[in-house]
C-alpha cells in the first residue's frame, strides 16, 4: 500500500519555525511533482507549495512566498517544507501530497496524500 507520513508540526510562537517532512512507502515519487496543502480551521484546504521531480522548477503560494521552502530528497522519497517567520495566519493542519495529473494548485489533482500534521502559531 501507499503511505505518505508528515511529520514535524508543532505549537509555536509568531515569528518562530517548523520543518515539516513527508515521507512515502509503497512507491517511488522520485519520477513525480510533491507538493504541500494546508486546511486551516473552518477553511478550505488551500496549496502551499510545489516541487518538480528534479527540483527545478518551484511554485509557491504568495501568502508564504519568502517564509516557506520546499525541498526534496528523491534517494529518500520524502519532501520537505521548511517554515520561517510563521504567522498566526499560517496556523493550519498541513497535508503533504503527490503526483497531481493537471493543476498543480487543485487538490482534487493529486492522486496521493499524507495524513496531514497540525502547525499552530500562537501571536
Known amino acids: 500500500q501507499v503511505q505518505l507520513v508528515a511529520s514535524g508540526g508543532g505549537l509555536v510562537q509568531a515569528g518562530g519555525s517548523l520543518r515539516l517532512s513527508c515521507a512515502a512507502a509503497?512507491?517511488?515519487?522520485?519520477?513525480?511533482?510533491m507538493g504541500w496543502f494546508r486546511q486551516p480551521p473552518g477553511k478550505e484546504r488551500e496549496f502551499v507549495a510545489v516541487?518538480?521531480?528534479?527540483?527545478?522548477?518551484?511554485f509557491y503560494e504568495d501568502s508564504v512566498k519568502g517564509r516557506f521552502t520546499i525541498s526534496r530528497d528523491n534517494a529518500k522519497n520524502t519532501v520537505f517544507l521548511q517554515m520561517n517567520n510563521l504567522k498566526p495566519e499560517d496556523t493550519a493542519l498541513y497535508f503533504c501530497?503527490?503526483?497531481?495529473?493537471?493543476?498543480?494548485?487543485?487538490?482534487?489533482?493529486?492522486?496521493?496524500w499524507g495524513q496531514g500534521t497540525q502547525v499552530t502559531v500562537s501571536a
Open positions: 501530497a503527490a503526483d497531481p495529473d493537471g493543476n498543480y494548485r487543485n487538490y482534487r489533482d493529486y492522486a496521493y
Open positions: 509503497g512507491r517511488t515519487f522520485s519520477s513525480d511533482p
Open positions: 516541487i518538480s521531480w528534479t527540483g527545478s522548477t518551484i
